[in-house]
């Protein structure tokens, strides 16, 4: 059964919509687990819109799963990866005026920036996972550049606005993570997961790890995060 991590950058965005103390994305972390989360996933955006850089110290100390920080693959927040050590790095694309991650990173186009944050970080101890579009030579690169996994992006299929198109995109994504996993690669899947479309991508062979935020975050403001979670998880299984 795949590893349910739950992003829990929106409990900062709602902190940040005031610029206050609260919610902490500590304590829906904690309530995460409590719910059965197997890994507590941020995102320290270069813009610092929702996680800020003490969300990721405090996470450090109080995460008892496995804390996956994303990330751009800059020197700056590099140097603060190297530093607090998570015990994964999944290294996305950004740019300042996206509203979310909008599609894979381009590990051809970026080959040689992405090769050295992967180095860096292998070399603290740090796995690292890629986040690519679900696509045969975005893979290869990965692999080739010696990523430990790829996450693959679900968005496609999570938006198909028909059956027919989904199901198309359900296939190249069973596809391409069959392709991964021949490629030695640990392989992850994550966004536009939600409550409804998570159950057939659970299925998908070899897969270890869903990364899924906004709609977990969503459905936690109205049954709270642990039983949101607990949800999920129970959908995943
Ligand atoms: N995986 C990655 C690499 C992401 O960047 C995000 C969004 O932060 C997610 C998964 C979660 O996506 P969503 O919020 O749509 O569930």
Request: net charge negative; hydrophobic share 40%; with cysteine.
């Amino acid at each position: 059964m795949p590893r349910l991590g739950v992003n829990i950058d929106h409990v900062a965005t709602v902190r940040q919509a005031r610029r206050t103390i609260e919610p902490d994305p500590a304590w829906a972390a904690m309530l995460a687990e409590l719910g059965g989360a197997d890994v507590i996933t941020l995102h320290l955006r270069e813009d610092r819109r929702h996680i800020q850089d003490r969300d990721l110290r405090v996470l450090r100390q109080t995460v008892q799963v496995k804390l996956n920080l994303e990330m751009a693959a800059a020197d700056e927040v590099t140097a603060i990866a190297l530093d607090v050590h998570p015990q994964q790095a999944t290294l996305v694309p950004e740019r300042r005026e996206e509203v979310t991650t909008e599609g894979g990173l381009d590990v051809i186009a970026h080959h040689d920036r992405v090769r050295s944050c992967v180095q860096q970080l292998q070399k603290a101890g740090i796995e690292v996972s890629l986040f690519i579009d679900p696509d045969v030579r975005q893979i290869e690169a990965a692999r080739a550049m010696g990523a430990d996994a790829v996450e693959l992006h679900t968005g496609r299929y999570a938006d198909a606005p028909t059956t027919d198109d989904q199901d198309r995109e359900f296939n190249q994504l069973t596809d391409a993570s069959r392709f991964a996993v021949e490629e030695g690669l640990v392989l992850h899947l994550g966004h536009g997961l939600t409550y409804r479309n998570v159950s057939r991508v659970a299925t998908i062979p070899g897969v270890c790890e869903l990364n899924i935020g906004h709609s977990i975050v969503a459905r936690a403001i109205m049954v709270g995060f642990e039983q949101a979670v607990r949800e999920m998880k129970r959908l995943i299984e």
